[in-house]
């Protein structure tokens, strides 16, 4: 049943827990409910933004002035080597299980705080592995209807996806994985890796900058001398210089002059100019470059 709930505060959506009030929100937990949802906006002419777990978004202090929809689609079937999972599951979670049953592919993804759908727009990845790796195909709603589209319908690169230019709803992700008894022990030891590097304990949005080809951006964040440095409540973590921490009061404004600082120092002391890994969304649902300092 379509029932959205009104100005709805965004923070808590958000592992940043930032955002203002969306107008409207609306968790779907059936592809009809989907499919609902997307007809009514389109007929009343409001306009939508699809949430999953939202680990990759910054959302504007005044909120979005429209329906954000989460596709709470939850099923996980695993038929040999085939595992198909709805866009509203837990990507950690499908890396565990899916390690724990001695199958390969996806252990990267324990500890990665999105949804299946957030991590094939973003083509998430971790220790040298990506989404596109083992990804078969992808059920999308693109013009009223689902589809089918293979891997080779769409294109990635590094935390890329065409979904980014081409838009559509991704509904379900199909994966096909290998057998592999050492899976699991694999997984463990990414999991206890990502603990010991990052900053778990505080929110945020994992890095903020994409790596440049053969460097990492958060090397090149401490050697500019941004660790610990902030803005307002945003501050460079010290245990790893690519994530931006809300230490509580941090509004989207304190993290994105942040964001700008660090791009502005790092290409001062480097040359280098950061490229923004998380999506910056403004109150009128625009995802815009953070570096405009007339974004929100
Ligand atoms: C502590 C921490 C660690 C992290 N580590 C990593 C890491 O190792 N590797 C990595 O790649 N990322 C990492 N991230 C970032 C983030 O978890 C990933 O980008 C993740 O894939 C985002 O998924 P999400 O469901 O949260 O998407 P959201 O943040 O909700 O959305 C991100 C984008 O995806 C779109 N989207 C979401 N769901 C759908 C859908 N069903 N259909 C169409 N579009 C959709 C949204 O519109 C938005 O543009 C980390 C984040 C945190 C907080």
Redesign the pocket.
Known sequence: MFVPKKNEPLSLHT?YRIGGPARLFFEARSEEELLYAVDWAGREKVQT?????????LFDDRGFDGLVIV?LLGSVSIEGLIVEAG?GVS?SYLGIKTARLGLSGLEFAS?????V???V??N???MGAEVSGSLVSVDVIRGGGTITLLKSDARFAY?YSS?QDEG????KARFQLTRDPEAADRQKKYLAYRMRT?P?DKP????VFRNPSGLFAAKLIETAGMKGRGVGGAVVSEKHANFILNTGTATAGDVLSLIALVREKVQEQSGILLDCEV?CISYDGQ?RSPYSHHLF
């Open positions: 592992t933004f699809i949430l999953g777990k939202g680990s990759n978004v596709p866009a990507f500890g990665i705080p999105g949804s759908g957030g991590a727009f973003m998430a990845g971790a935390r979904f559509g709803i991704i509904t990052q778990y945020s949005c994992g890095s999506q995802i």
